[in-house]
């Protein structure tokens, strides 16, 4: 399997613009996981879906930020309008029948977002 | 509240055994689990505890106690390639990961 693929792999953007990141999970994998990772709080959970649909998103920062899973091989992750302080390593993680306690997430190579 | 805390850097020489410390208030325990992230690179998979005790996998080792809300990943005959940040994490409920700030480890020669 490919693993976790996402993109773009990085994106500089101006303030105000939308941005889009992607992620296509393992395939079989019925969890998806979408994390922000900075210097100043670390990795964070921003929301996660179970078979397509939103389970948490106590995690997203503010109503900027949206996303969705259409199907079993995609979702994404929007950002509208952008600002300076949402730049960051985004990651997309993905794990497997994860009502077991043992399974762990597996994770992409993440999108580096710069909005200056 | 959601509290994990770590040692933000350490220094091992190759060869040596380093401990790094893990310490959680969580509202929930479903496990802990300890991940690997190279610079530049996503978090990987090292161990997992949910029982009391200690995991040995290779060269790596966690010791998990509930009661004390703490756990350690222990490396033994660090090589180079070691060098890398070290993310404690709790399933707390459902699938919620918290992750702790992470553990800078430096290996030198």
């Known amino acids: 399997d490919a693993g976790v693929i996402q993109s773009p792999r990085h994106e500089v953007t101006e303030m105000g613009q939308e941005v889009t990141l992607r992620c296509k999970p393992i395939s079989g994998h019925d969890y998806l996981f979408w994390y922000r990772q900075t210097m100043m709080r670390g990795l964070e959970l921003l929301i996660y879906f179970n078979n397509n649909v939103p389970i948490d998103d106590s995690g997203m920062p503010e109503d900027r930020f949206s996303a969705k899973m259409p199907n079993a091989s995609f979702s994404t992750l929007k950002i509208q309008p952008s600002e300076p302080r949402d730049s960051a390593v985004y990651f997309c993680a993905s794990s497997f029948n994860a009502d077991w306690p043992q399974e762990t997430q597996y994770f992409g190579p993440g999108t580096r977002l710069l909005v200056l | 509240g959601q509290n994990i805390d770590q040692p933000t850097e350490m220094t091992a020489t190759e060869g040596a055994i380093v401990q790094i410390n893990c310490t959680y208030q969580t509202s929930g325990f479903n496990g802990l689990f300890w991940y690997q992230q190279h610079a530049g690179e996503a978090p990987t998979f090292l161990s997992y505890?949910?029982?009391?005790g200690l995991e040995e996998k290779g060269r790596f080792s966690s010791f998990l106690s509930r009661s004390k809300g703490y756990s350690y990943l222990l490396l033994k005959e660090l090589q180079m390639k070691d060098s890398a940040s070290y993310l404690c994490a709790v399933k707390d409920y459902g699938q919620n990961f918290v992750f702790g700030p992470g553990t800078r480890l430096s290996v030198l020669p």
């Open positions: 505890n949910v029982l009391d």
